[in-house]
Every structure is written in structure tokens, then in C-alpha cells.
């Protein structure tokens, strides 16, 4: 019965144990979900193109991402602020609230000014009575086309506007059927290298790309999200047998940072792994997507534009020294102060402990020399030898009140002492 018992209190720990166990586990991986919505942009557009990147990290352990096409940065923003993805892609200067946070600075999307080689535009100033592909109403394109045309006061009124997903835009662009179409997107993103290909498109420079303080300089200090740079001499190479080198000639314009972004209610640990099969899988990421190649890593998120998600700040600050390290010093400082006090407070109470053994000691020296003096006959007066021993009294217990005696086993031994020589004084005075 006995051994029964036994028999059955260690199977009950087994279960308890490997119960525990199982819940520890599930508790480790209850952030996992079964895959992650990123809403990205059109077929051809450099968001597209770098979303169908990430999503092949999934064969390296990254998440899994289902790709949601939307019109661009804009129409994003709005599915992360109603719960309807999980992630997206934005470029900068696209408003947010605070239910958005970073997760990564991506690649830098350059604002092309794309024109038909026919149409002998030189400036943008000559938009007017063009037709113009403006970029979709909720896309990151329109928003920085129409800060365009209000910087050089242009009406919209007065351009045929015949925006399109950029894909048919671009194919607008190579049939005819438009003359001018502004995109912000990746340097070499899928539709710019179309167009090119054609050999009917070029780029429209804004102003001349050698000036320190051009065009491109002047919209940027207007717009602070928009940064001057410079698509040097052929940069795209040659793209086809018919078509030559692009460009011909180094192109002045305007690039802005591309963000991933997400819900700032994803769990950390998803954000985290977001970040990490990123970063640890650039190589593979830029073979799936050509413009995750332009791709680079932050040396710092001091200068993040949005805030930055938890799970993003961990990963990126994975290699900073820990506490001990970054305050070593003042820690070190702060030990050795609280030595120095510490020994000059066990000096101070070494003193105090022997000048109150000294003060003891003299009532000890002045009852023995009572005694003593009572033995030998030595007292004649022993009243006076009464008084002078009451006063000892009073003043032992004075000095304990004012903390100049310790209330221990000394103070009680010195009181038995006083009495005892009190009594025989006493006695030999007759009372």
C-alpha cells in the first residue's frame, strides 16, 4: 500500500512537471501567429517589389508575410491605423498617429520626373497643358507631386491629369497616351527600368546637377522630409540593345527615406524577428527584391523620424554594453565613497565604544577603591563615604541618559557593585 502511494505521488510530479513544461513553451511562443499581413503597394512599384522580398525571407525563418497591394504610402498608413494589416510601407513625410511605430529605415525612393523624349520639356515649369501622371489619389507619389506644382505655383487645373497605377502609367507613358509622369519610388525599381528600356523615356533633371545650391536644394530647404541628390552619369547602364546608357547626363533631383512600419500593438517579439531576418538576411533579401540592394543599416535611431516600436529598439540596440559596463566608472566611484564611509563610521564608533569602556572603567576604579578602603579601615567618615557614593550613582545614570554609558551588562554589574558597597557603608554606619 505503502509502496502504491509512493508509486503514485511521482507520477503526479512527472504530470505536474511535464505540465508545467508544456506551459512554459506556450508562453515563450504565444506572440507566434500563423502568418502577418504587409500592405505594400501596385505590381511594379518599388514597394511591391521589396514586400515579395521580404516575404521570401520565410524559407530563412523569418516570418510569415501575406502581401496586401494597396495604392502607396497614404492608403497604408490608413489600413495600419484601422487594424486592417499588420505592416506597411510608407515613405517619410507621410503623417502618422500614434498607433504607428518604425520598425525599419529602408532604401531611399527617389522622386522621378519621367518625360517622353519627344516632348522637349526642359523644365518643370513647362508642365502646364501637359498630360501628367500625378501618382494615385492615396499614394506617397501624389502627395509629393502636388507639393511640386504648389512650389512652382502651378495649377493642377490646367494639366491633364492621367494618373494610373505606375505600371500603366509608365506604359501611358511609352505609348503616347501621356507626356509627363512623376513617381516616387526606388532608384531602380521594375517600372523605372521599363520605362527606360523603351528608349522613349528619360529623366527631367531639376536644374543642373553640378549647382551646390540648385533647384533640387531650393525644394528641399521648402520640404524638409525631400533631400537633394544626384542620379549620377549612367546609372542604369544600358538597359537594352536599342536603348544607350541612362542617363546621359548626371540628373539633379529629390529623394525621400522609405520606412517599414507596423501597429504599435504587434508584440515585441514579432518586431523583433521582423527586424532581425531583415538585417541578418540583406543578401538574400537583395537577391528576391532589386531594390532592397540599395538597402542599408542604420548606425544609429537617434535620427528616426517616427517612433521607434520596442521590439525594433531591442534589436537594434542588442550590442550595447550593459549597465555595469556604461557605469563602471561612477559605480566604482560610488563603492569606493561608500568604503570610505563605512570605515570612517566603524573608526568613530571604535572611538566612542573605548571612550565609554574608559568612563566605565573610573567607576569601577573609584567602587574598588571604596572597598578596599572600607576594608583596611581606612574610612572614618562614613557618611561622607554614603554621599560620595550616591553621587556616583546619580551621575553613572546621568551619564547613561545622555548616551555617554551603554545600558549592557557592564552598566548593570557597575550598578550591583554601587549597591553592595552602598549596603556595607550602610551598615557600618549603624542604620
Not at 508545467?20 to 501596385?42: D, T
Not at 511594379?44 to 496586401?68: M, N, P
Amino acid at each position: 500500500m505503502k509502496d502504491s502511494r509512493v508509486n503514485g505521488m511521482r507520477y503526479s510530479a512527472v504530470i505536474v512537471s511535464v505540465a508545467a513544461l508544456l506551459v512554459c513553451v506556450y508562453l515563450a511562443n504565444a506572440w507566434k501567429r500563423e502568418s502577418y499581413s504587409l500592405v505594400s503597394g501596385k505590381r511594379g512599384g518599388g514597394y511591391h517589389d521589396f514586400a515579395v522580398g521580404l516575404a521570401s525571407l520565410r524559407e530563412y525563418g523569418g516570418l510569415k508575410v501575406d502581401l496586401v497591394e494597396s495604392e502607396g504610402s497614404l492608403a497604408n498608413v490608413r489600413m495600419l491605423e484601422r487594424g486592417e494589416a499588420d505592416f506597411g510601407l510608407i515613405q517619410q513625410g507621410v503623417e502618422v498617429d500614434d498607433s504607428i511605430r518604425a520598425v525599419a529605415a529602408l532604401y531611399p525612393d527617389i522622386v522621378h520626373l519621367l518625360v517622353r523624349t519627344d516632348t522637349k520639356i526642359e523644365s518643370i515649369t513647362e508642365l502646364q497643358g501637359m498630360r501628367v501622371s500625378l501618382g494615385m489619389q492615396s499614394s506617397g507619389t501624389r502627395l509629393v507631386a502636388e507639393q511640386l506644382l504648389d512650389h512652382y505655383g502651378l495649377d493642377k487645373k490646367k494639366l491633364v491629369d492621367v494618373s494610373s497605377s505606375p505600371r500603366q502609367s509608365v506604359q501611358d507613358l511609352i505609348d503616347g497616351k501621356a507626356d509627363v509622369m512623376i513617381m516616387v519610388t526606388a532608384l531602380r525599381a521594375p517600372v523605372v527600368i521599363e520605362a527606360l528600356e523603351s528608349g522613349k523615356v528619360e529623366h527631367l533633371s531639376l536644374g543642373e546637377a553640378e549647382e551646390a545650391a540648385g533647384v533640387s536644394h531650393g525644394i528641399a530647404s521648402r520640404y524638409g522630409h525631400l533631400k537633394p541628390v544626384v542620379i549620377p552619369k549612367h546609372a542604369f547602364g544600358k538597359l537594352s540593345e536599342e536603348a544607350m546608357c541612362f542617363p546621359k547626363e548626371p540628373i539633379a533631383a529629390l529623394a525621400l527615406p522609405s520606412w517599414l512600419v507596423c501597429r504599435a500593438d504587434i508584440s515585441d517579439d514579432a518586431v523583433y524577428e521582423m527586424t532581425k531576418s531583415i538585417y541578418t538576411h540583406r543578401y538574400q533579401l537583395g537577391k528576391s527584391s532589386v531594390v532592397a540592394q540599395q538597402m542599408y543599416a542604420p548606425n544609429s535611431t537617434e535620427h528616426f523620424s517616427y517612433p521607434l516600436h520596442q521590439g525594433a529598439w531591442d534589436y537594434y540596440h542588442r550590442k550595447d554594453p550593459g549597465f555595469l559596463v556604461v557605469y563602471a566608472e561612477v559605480i566604482a566611484l560610488i563603492l569606493s565613497v561608500l568604503i570610505a564611509v563605512v570605515t570612517l563610521a566603524a573608526a568613530i564608533h571604535k572611538w566612542v565604544q573605548r571612550r565609554v569602556k574608559n568612563r566605565i572603567d573610573h567607576y569601577y576604579e573609584v567602587i574598588n577603591q571604596s572597598f578596599s578602603d572600607l576594608e583596611t579601615g581606612k574610612v572614618k567618615d562614613f557618611k561622607a563615604e554614603e554621599e560620595m557614593l550616591m553621587a556616583l550613582k546619580h551621575k553613572a545614570i546621568n551619564d547613561l541618559v545622555a548616551e555617554r554609558l551603554n545600558a549592557d551588562e557592564s552598566f548593570r554589574i557597575l550598578q550591583d557593585l554601587l549597591e553592595q558597597c552602598l549596603n556595607e557603608v550602610q551598615r557600618r554606619r549603624g542604620i
